[in-house]
């Protein structure tokens, strides 16, 4: 398979997942409890059927599903947090500068502390995502 039709059948398939992410939320505030279940287990065959294309988990934050190539931030905790919900520089520099996040919570300050210099002399602003492919 090439590359481009890699590329189109993840665009087919970032919209097919976004779609049943959408109507699961819309169930979920209209407390449709069957449908919701029932989106779930379509959103699952479908990430069976294209097991290349989709990861394993989905967003810890919206519960969107993520496709590989897409970009993400992976958690300490080995969770995943897909572009929106991912969060900046800037909002992990304020979490060591004020101790809310230590070495033991898996990273370290030091390094991440270079590389956050290294984001803002290359022209990075804090309000960036911290984001690495899937």
């Known amino acids: 398979m090439t590359d481009e ?9 970032r919209s097919v997942f976004d779609g049943l992410h959408a109507l699961g ?9 069957r449908t919701s279940m029932q989106l779930m287990d379509v959103r699952e065959v479908l990430k069976d059927a294209f097991e290349e294309d989709v990861s394993a988990q989905d967003c810890e ?12 931030h992976p958690t300490a905790d080995d969770c995943d947090l ?3 919900c991912a969060p900046s520089w800037g909002c992990i520099k304020r979490q060591w500068d004020g101790g809310r996040k230590t070495d033991e919570d898996g990273g370290n ?12 002399a290359a022209g990075g602003s804090p309000d960036d995502k911290v984001l690495y492919e899937l």
Do not use: V
């Open 109 to 120: 300050k030091a390094e991440f502390m270079e590389a956050y210099a290294a984001h803002i």
């Open 5 to 13: 039709t890699t590329t189109k059948r993840r665009a087919l398939l």
């Open 82 to 84: 897909c572009a929106e």
């Open 61 to 72: 934050g919206c519960g969107k599903t993520m496709l590989y190539g897409e970009k993400h």
């Open 25 to 33: 939320k819309a169930a979920e505030a209209d407390s449709d409890t």
